[in-house]
């Protein structure tokens, strides 16, 4: 399976961005699909998942509450709603996929197969 990420940009503080992973070459079925990100100098960092036949999600500590994670099965796409962005949410994000969900997992770049490539998102005034 192929991702495609995309809906960064530029935000102001306190505003808000969707990104989208888009599915290609076959359908998420059993996949857990998560978003990553990093920001220079840093390791890439978890931030949601979800699993894509039960809509059950995972989420950063620092996100919770600001950030949703959701799917959309007609369009095999999976989102991530961010409001109330913070100047340190600025980063390249990045979808990702595995097979299937890892129960106790999912907050690991190693626990991920597959890798879209990453979107920028610049939150500044």
């Known amino acids: 399976v192929q991702l495609q990420a995309s809906g960064g940009g530029l935000v102001q503080p306190g505003g808000f961005l969707r990104l989208s992973c888009t599915a290609s070459?076959?359908?998420?079925?059993?996949?857990?699909i998560g978003w990553f990100r990093q920001a220079p100098g840093n390791e890439r960092e978890f931030v949601a998942a979800i699993r894509w036949s039960t809509g059950s999600t995972l989420y950063a500590d620092s996100v919770k509450g600001r950030f949703t994670i959701s799917r959309d099965r007609a369009k095999n796409t999976v989102y991530l709603q961010m409001n109330s962005l913070k100047a340190e949410n600025t980063a390249v994000y990045f979808c990702?996929?595995?097979?299937?969900?890892?129960?106790?997992?999912?907050?690991?770049?190693?626990?991920?197969?597959?890798w879209g490539q990453g979107t920028l998102v610049t939150v500044s005034s």
């Open positions: 070459g076959g359908s998420f079925g059993n996949y857990g």
């Open positions: 990702a996929a595995r097979p299937r969900w890892l129960v106790g997992g999912m907050s690991r770049p190693d626990d991920y197969s597959y």
